[in-house]
């Protein structure tokens, strides 16, 4: 895996930081007027890896690609890749193909001759146009509907149809600008393994961008996670899961308890509850997932664990399991994740304090 830097860099380079990294992304700032939308964001991103670029509308996420496509130009940085400077090539001549949410299909051209499009503009030989638009919709299994038009086939064939018609290129990267957000729940799903299948074979690396947690979880060798135009955090899905270094990070990523407590003489206090922890005195914020939470069915707490009671005032089903909501006493509400359904009224249970992960405060982006 590529490695990771967010701080700023001040100097232009000779070649990426990582030899092992296709594209270097360095210091990158974008302002519209007054208003800026990307903050000093720095990325190395591997030969081969699927990285997600995930974040809420307004975070920044489509700028940052669309400055590698070249369809945008950073107010300020750099963009590198195999050692030369991406950033000052226009789009064309870039190594870099899009996919964009809409597909942007010519509805009056078969699906062979939209993905021929570009090789047929950039007067390659016949023969070879022929090879490689039967080699791409090989790639994407939509051989069988080459002849068709796009308003004959579906929403998730459409979207094959253009990724082939950005891997006839033969692009080193491809970027995906919410490609999948049209598509129905099911077949969004079904889409996203296909994707994460397709791009394993084609061994190239993917930069996906989407607001959909789910989707970058499974799909995404690393997250790069964006608030306000900053990168958050990034990490494995994991890891940024498991090990979310921000409260915002573990609010956004999945379900979390954020407890906020007091730790004196290496004790965390958060209302009735206390647990050893080895972090400096003051106040402190922990991530404790839902599914760290276990019911006390008899007996006593699992040794080393820290047991409460609450009441439960709402579920949820979510098929295989469920979400509970506890008040607890000391006026503080937990969510519980678990495969039982759960009765009214007071409950017993417990975690073990190494899953309370602490985190560091998320202030306010303007």
């Known amino acids: ?33 007054s208003h800026t939308v990307l903050r000093n964001i720095s990325l190395e991103i591997g030969q ?40 000052r090539q226009p789009p064309y001549k870039r190594r870099v193909n899009t996919v964009f949410q809409n597909y942007a299909l010519f509805p009056h051209l078969t699906v062979e001759e939209n993905v021929a499009y570009g090789l047929r503009v950039a007067k390659h030989p016949a023969d070879e146009i022929r090879t490689r638009v039967h080699e791409a919709l090989a790639k994407v299994k939509m051989t069988a509907h080459a002849k068709k038009k796009p308003a004959k086939i579906s929403g998730g064939q459409q979207q094959r149809v253009a990724l082939a018609r950005a891997l006839v290129n033969r692009p080193q990267l491809l970027l995906l600008d919410e490609p999948l957000s049209a598509l129905d729940a099911n077949l969004r799903r079904q889409m996203q393994v296909e994707l994460k299948s397709l791009q394993r074979e084609v061994g190239i690396a993917f930069v996906f961008v989407t607001h959909d947690q789910e989707e970058a979880m499974v799909m995404s060798d690393r997250i790069a996670l964006l608030r306000s135009g900053e990168l958050e955090q990034v990490a494995s899905p994991r890891e940024i899961y498991s090990r979310p270094a921000t409260a915002y990070a573990a609010q956004f990523i999945g379900h979390t308890n954020l407890l906020k407590a007091l730790v004196r003489g290496g004790i965390a206090q958060c209302g009735s509850l206390s647990w050893p922890v080895d972090l400096p005195d003051g106040s402190a914020f922990f991530s404790l997932r839902p599914e760290s939470l276990r019911v006390i069915i008899a007996g006593s707490p699992s040794p080393g664990s820290l047991p409460l009671q609450g009441r439960v005032v709402h579920q949820a089903f979510h098929g295989a399991t469920q979400l509970a ?4 006493s000391g006026g503080f509400e937990l969510t519980l994740r678990t495969a039982r359904e759960l009765n009214d009224g007071i409950i017993a249970l417990e975690f073990s304090p190494p899953d309370a992960i602490p985190v560091r405060e998320s202030p306010e982006r303007l």
Do not use: Y
Request: hydrophobic share 40%; glycine share 10%; aromatic share 6%.
């Open 1 to 33: 895996m590529s490695s990771i830097t967010t701080s700023a860099t001040a100097s232009a380079l000779d070649s990426p930081r990582d030899p092992a990294s296709l594209l270097s992304i360095r210091s990158i700032a974008k302002s519209f007027g």
């Open 48 to 87: 081969a890896e699927f990285l997600t670029v995930l974040g809420e509308s307004g975070s920044g996420k489509t700028t940052l690609l669309r400055i590698v496509a070249g369809f945008e130009n950073a107010t300020s940085g750099e963009v590198w890749m195999h050692g030369q400077r991406l950033d």
């Open 325 to 328: 909501r506890v008040e607890c």
